[in-house]
């Protein structure tokens, strides 16, 4: 397997566009994670599913984000509209379990202008 | 007080060295989960602890809970071992899951 994917790597976008985030998760994996990552606060979790079933998405910071999955294999975290301040690496990871290491994708860094 | 505290924030040490960071946390947890943040900015998982010690290659991950602590040692570090180093631990709230995170330890391993 090839590992979580994530797409764009780089996205850099104008206040108030809408930003659609991409990942696929390794095949088998119940448990697909959304992260984000900034200096000032660092690693947080945003939302997670459990075969393909939103769990908890209480740190999702407003109603601005959303996030989606379809399928097993497709995920999609969305904002809109942006703004400067959700410029961060967003991160996906998959899991077998909750309790269980984690894959992590490459990231998706984010710039709004 | 943040509900996960690593220390030190930032370590630097020689290749070879004995390397130590620890992880505080003052809640109640199921499981501890450490990362480990490359400086390319790659995230790999190290660990999920619920008790005891586990061991990879260099690595060993420890955990008390009684005492609401956690240790990640590297044994015969060396530069590549050079990354930031991420505790968070898995609540139970209302039935949920939870993680939170410590704001990371980074460790520079110089040749």
């Known amino acids: 397997d090839a590992g979580v994917i994530q797409s764009p790597r780089h996205e850099v976008t104008e206040m108030g566009q809408e930003v659609t985030l991409r990942c696929k998760p390794i095949?088998?994996?119940?448990?697909l994670f959304w992260y984000r990552q900034t200096m000032m606060r660092g690693l947080e979790l945003l939302i997670y599913f459990n075969n393909n079933v939103p769990i908890d998405d209480s740190g999702m910071p407003e109603d601005r984000f959303s996030a989606k999955m379809p399928n097993a294999s497709f995920s999609t975290l969305k904002i809109q509209p942006s703004e400067p301040r959700d410029s961060a690496v967003y991160f996906c990871?998959?899991?077998?379990?909750?309790?269980?290491?984690?894959?992590f994708g490459q990231g998706t860094r984010l710039t709004v202008v | 007080k943040n509900e996960v505290e690593q220390s030190p924030q930032n370590l630097t040490a020689q290749e070879g060295e004995f390397i130590t960071i620890n992880c505080s946390y003052s809640?109640?947890?199921?499981?501890l989960h450490w990362l480990q943040q490359h400086p390319g900015g790659g995230i790999v998982s190290l660990f999920m602890?619920?008790?005891g010690k586990k061991k990879h290659g260099r690595l060993i991950a420890t955990i008390n809970i009684q005492e609401k602590h956690s240790s990640l040692h590297i044994t015969a570090s060396h530069p590549r071992d050079s990354a930031v180093y991420i505790c968070?631990?898995?609540?139970?709230?209302?039935?949920?899951?939870?993680?939170?995170f410590g704001q990371g330890t980074r460790l520079t391993i110089n040749p």
């Open positions: 968070a631990v898995i609540r139970i709230i209302q039935g949920a899951q939870k993680l939170v």
């Open positions: 602890l619920s008790s």
């Open positions: 990871a998959s899991s077998p379990a909750f309790v269980t290491e984690a894959f």
């Open positions: 095949s088998g994996h119940d448990y």
């Open positions: 809640v109640g947890i199921s499981a």
